[in-house]
């Protein structure tokens, strides 16, 4: 379309869009979850490998960070790139404030956190992570907002939990939590944004911070769960950002088993495992936390499962193609949409039912991202 | 010529490696796409698998240009004063106590020795890079 001869655009609002990451070609898809459609392309996006997706709170435009250290803001109405920014070396994701004022990014090289203006991309400030033990600025990993102005992240190498105050964005402050554990490797904010959850990858254990009381610091929850059992080969590191609390309980991917681990949120005590298929990736639940999904690391990449949310059993194994990558509720949680990647497709399923509704042509699909995360607490 | 002599070692190498693998089986993603030479290295479908998890499965820790991320970039400049050999074993045995794995079960050790030469000498078919 060209925009100068272009009839103005229909009203319309994006509540039920979204993105579909085509990563090997730099391009996102604006999605229709209604009409389960392709409304457009965008594409000049960069290394779009690790590609994540936070969404400014009017859900009109998606900031994409890409690996190669781009930080994209995308018009999804207009489906053109407002603004673009190459804001470091090699970047993981990042975060935007509850005010929807500041984007956050977080860099493995050169590794911090950076603030920028939301409307402008403009530099707010620029926090250099702690030394790891190789002498390099850690890499920052599972950042997320939280209430009262705040980011949280941690810090790979060095293995600290950050609380950032960034109601001042260019003067922000920094409280550390440092020997939280070896090589936290993602983090989540709780929906209600009470907890900080920060999964270990050199240690059997998951550091906890209640954010209502950081001078408590940060306790250890899950010591030595994978106790007794030998640790796997983990060929792709599991994710924690999703919505994996479900009715009152946490349920977070083992590393190194073929297991989701329950915890109580209330107690953050383990409560029960569930054997699944494989080394979960991500484990998010639908939004009404009666079921939980999980898809797997290499060699069980072709499988999705259902968790029963109240019996903790299995209940049901998919098979939607060949390198399923991610996973997205709609807001309301009637249908996921799944990204296969190596089968170049989308695939819609009806939750309830568990049939296939639709399929999408996507390039090499990786991350999916609805709108909906706009209005959620650590998203 | 030292190219020839270290594929060699490795052709040797990948006889024993099949004889301790054989009782658990198979690498799980040998497809049979050919026969591994020692001269051309994999056949060509079979390279193209190599291309692919190299690409995507790598590089969901190295990054799919292979930039490096949670893992260290594995591009040409970085690899190419690095001894073969023990990135060979690196990528067959992983690094214990790092998030490096494993990957023996996907791949032979003279694939892997292909792997590490196409990367050290930056001959792996660069990605749409635009």
Not at chain 1, 246 to 254: K, V
Not at chain 1, 290 to 313: C, M, S
Request: hydrophobic share 45%; with cysteine; net charge positive.
């Amino acid at each position: 379309m060209l925009a100068g001869c272009a009839a103005p655009l229909p009203l319309r609002g994006t509540g039920d869009l979204g993105v579909v990451i085509e990563r090997a070609i730099g391009r996102l898809q604006v999605v229709d979850t209604s009409a389960h459609a392709t409304l457009g392309t965008v594409d000049g996006l960069g290394d779009l490998s690790h590609a994540s997706v936070v969404y400014s709170r009017d859900g009109r435009y998606a900031y994409v960070f890409g690996r190669d250290g781009g930080l994209t803001k995308v018009d999804l109405l207009e489906r053109r790139i407002d603004r673009r920014t190459l804001q470091a070396g090699n970047s993981i994701g990042g975060a935007i404030s509850q005010d929807g004022r500041v984007v956050a990014a977080q860099n493995y090289a050169p590794g911090g956190v950076k603030l920028f203006d939301a409307r402008t991309l403009a530099l707010l400030a620029d926090i250099p992570s702690a030394v790891g033990p190789d002498g390099q600025r850690s890499k920052v990993v599972g950042l997320a907002d939280a209430p009262e102005g705040r980011f949280v992240a941690s810090l790979f190498d060095a293995g600290e939990i950050w609380l950032i105050d960034a109601r001042n964005p260019r003067m922000p402050r920094i409280t550390r939590f440092r020997g939280i554990g070896r090589q936290p490797y993602d983090g989540l904010v709780t929906p209600d944004g009470r907890y900080y959850v920060a999964g270990l990858f050199g240690e059997d254990g998951v550091a906890l911070v209640d954010l209502w009381h950081p001078e408590r610091g940060a306790t250890r929850i899950l010591d030595g769960y994978g106790k007794g059992e030998a640790r796997l080969p983990v060929y792709k590191m599991p994710h924690l950002r999703g919505w994996a609390i479900a009715d009152g309980y946490a349920f977070l991917p083992a590393v190194g088993h073929h297991e989701v681990l329950i915890v109580d949120t209330r107690t953050w005590r383990e409560v029960g495992r569930v054997a699944v298929a494989g080394q979960p990736v991500f484990v998010i639940a639908r939004p009404d936390a009666r079921q939980v999904w999980v898809n797997f690391a290499l060699p069980d990449n072709g499988k999705v499962q259902v968790i029963d949310t109240e019996t903790r059993r299995v209940t049901a194994t998919l098979a939607p193609g060949r390198a399923v990558l991610h996973l997205e509720f709609t807001p309301r949680g009637e249908e996921v949409w799944i990204s296969v990647r190596d089968d170049n497709r989308v695939v819609v399923y009806d939750t309830a039912t568990l049939a296939r509704v639709a399929t999408l042509a996507a390039n090499a699909p990786s991350g999916i991202f609805f709108t909906s995360r706009a209005t959620r607490i650590g998203f | 010529m030292c190219v020839r002599l270290r594929i060699r070692i490795a052709a040797v190498a990948l006889l024993g490696t099949a004889a301790v693998l054989a009782p658990a089986g198979a690498p799980a993603q040998l497809t049979g796409a050919g026969v591994t030479t020692a001269a051309a290295g994999p056949a060509p479908a079979r390279q193209r698998e190599l291309v692919a998890l190299l690409r995507q499965d790598c590089g969901a820790c190295h990054g799919m240009r292979l930039t490096g991320g949670l893992g260290p970039p594995l591009t040409a400049e970085a690899l190419y004063a690095k001894p073969a050999d023990s990135m060979t074993e690196t990528i067959l045995s992983g690094r214990p106590g790092t998030a490096m794995p494993p990957w023996r079960h996907f791949m032979t050790e003279s694939e892997a020795a292909w792997l590490v030469a196409r990367l050290r000498n930056g001959t792996i078919d660069a990605p749409d890079s635009r």
